[in-house]
């Protein structure tokens, strides 16, 4: 029955920290629904983007099991944005053959700027194209506005870009699960969150530097020390 009464209360406080934290950010993912609701047109208001921002919100909350703050606000931040930029593109699908319809532009207006030796009219290059200047006009917004969102959070950005996994996440697969732990729990606090930010968030190295506040190089070597104490520790107790 105490068992029981612990493990209720233990849940209990659990539940509040997520609400609190929930609670506490919710000012900052309205701010980010009403910066990013320009970008998604009419299918897309701003309270379609709170909901979305609210359940990236939720699992970070629920994820992030650190008694302290650490990193916990830049951390949201980068994924409420994230789940409400994925919400915008999802919403804004390039119609089809717009891409090539924009290449067949951009080829035409360097076409007519190397004649010309400056830049067309908006005239001349629906001539040549063989197109209304509307038209053209209708596809170049089209062309603007899914980059306007690709702007807010672009996975092929080198910054954003997933790393390739190596050898090191085998580290992680210790056989021994109370070894690892106990090594983990040995390393200096700052170096247990980039292994955990890394290998359970599943964080990249810049994502983590945005979340820590400090340089991708500075997260490579903590990333690298950590692994090198757990790589001790394994040795010594082997």
């Not at 968030?201 to 506040?213: R, T």
């Not at 997260?219 to 790589?231: F, G, I, P, S, T």
Request: contains cysteine.
């Amino acid at each position: 029955m105490i068992q029981d009464h612990q493990q209720f209360s233990a849940a209990t406080a659990y539940g509040g920290n997520v609400g609190e934290r929930v609670t506490r950010f919710l000012p900052m993912v309205r701010r980010l629904a009403w910066h990013l609701s320009g970008s998604g047109g009419p299918a897309i208001d701003v309270d379609d983007l709170v909901q979305a921002g609210l359940v990236a919100l939720t699992e970070c909350a629920q994820r992030h099991e650190r008694p302290t703050e650490d990193g916990f606000a830049a951390y949201a931040k980068l994924r409420v944005r994230g789940a409400m930029v994925d919400l915008l593109r999802s919403a804004s699908p390039e119609p089809r053959g717009a891409r090539a319809r924009r290449r067949r532009i951009e080829e035409a207006q360097a076409r007519l700027a190397s004649m010309l030796g400056r830049d067309p009219s908006s005239g001349e290059l629906a001539e040549a194209l063989g197109m209304p200047v509307d038209e053209l006009h209708r596809v170049q917004g089209d062309a603007v506005h899914l980059a306007s969102i690709d702007d807010c959070y672009s996975e092929s950005d080198l910054a954003f870009a997933a790393e390739e996994v190596d050898a090191e996440a085998a580290l992680l697969q210790h056989e021994d699960r109370e070894q690892l732990i106990e090594a983990i729990a040995a390393l200096p606090e700052r170096q247990q969150l980039v292994i955990q930010l890394y290998f359970v968030e599943e964080l990249n190295l810049a994502e983590i530097a945005m979340v820590l506040g400090v340089s991708v190089p500075r997260v490579h070597q903590l990333k690298a020390a950590a692994l090198d104490k757990l790589r001790l520790a394994f040795a010594a107790q082997g």
